[in-house]
T-cell receptor, first 113, second 109 residues
Framework: NAGVTQTPKFQVLKTGQSMTLQCAQDMNHNSMYWYRQDPGMGLRLIYYSASEGTTDKGEVPNGYNVSRLNKREFSLRLESAAPSQTSVYFC????????????FGPGTRLLVL | QKEVEQDPGPLSVPEGAIVSLNCTYSNSAFQYFMWYRQYSRKGPELLMYTYSSGNKEDGRFTAQVDKSSKYISLFIRDSQPSDSATYLCAIGYGQNFVFGPGTRLSVLP
């Protein structure tokens, strides 16, 4: 039982390049989330998916797109990376969106030059 | 005013001390209250979860919620060097979760 896994662990991009961050969970959870974590800012929600087939914007969605590929997988795409997107990205999942405990992956550290 | 405020620290205490970590929030609609621990270069892991005002205890950890004051606390008794981490409060209702920025704690042997 791996919980929540994320790939890659670390990535360096040049401004304007694109990439997809992958997330998968094996806990049969309905809800999945993408956060970014910056120093002094805490975790900020980018997008979430309350259930397979649905996605909604969070606090900071600009510059990102998501796909809920199936119940297990939720990907985050940067179409044209900017230095302001340098951050640590965490994926999380929970059994239900309303009050469900969130389980986090190990994170992806992204540096945009 | 930010929805959730938390002193970022850093907070340094000697081993064995009682640690008090706190968050304040502004939205009275918040219904559930959580504390996460995050070790360096790792994802957050849930420590405590509660719906109601009052205290909840789990081993050396006690979570306290005062909804009337919009104030939550995490107490760590007999702190250990292994407790050195960043502690994040998280408060939510429905699909909405808001995390505090975290308090960095160092427990010195």
């Amino acid at each position: 039982n791996a919980g929540v896994t994320q790939t890659p662990k670390f990535q360096v991009l040049k401004t304007g390049q694109s990439m997809t961050l992958q997330c998968a969970q094996d806990m049969n959870h309905n809800s999945m989330y993408w956060y970014r974590q910056d120093p002094g800012m805490g975790l900020r929600l980018i997008y979430y998916s309350a259930s397979e087939g649905t996605t909604d914007k969070g606090e900071v969605p600009n510059g990102y797109n998501v796909s809920r590929l199936n119940k297990r997988e939720f990907s985050l795409r940067l179409e044209s990376a900017a230095p302001s997107q340098t951050s640590v990205y965490f994926c999380a999942s929970s059994s239900s969106g309303g009050g469900g405990t969130q389980y986090f992956g190990p994170g992806t550290r992204l540096l945009v030059l | 005013q930010k929805e959730v405020e938390q002193d970022p620290g850093p907070l340094s205490v000697p081993e064995g001390a009682i640690v008090s970590l706190n968050c304040t929030y502004s939205n009275s609609a918040f219904q559930y209250f959580m504390w996460y621990r995050q070790y360096s270069r790792k994802g957050p892991e849930l420590l405590m979860y509660t719906y109601s005002s009052g205290n909840k205890e789990d081993g050396r950890f006690t979570a306290q919620v005062d909804k009337s004051s919009k104030y939550i606390s995490l107490f760590i008794r007999d702190s250990q060097p292994s407790d050195s981490a960043t502690y994040l409060c998280a408060i939510g209702y429905g699909q909405n979760f808001v995390f505090g920025p975290g308090t960095r704690l160092s427990v010195l042997p």
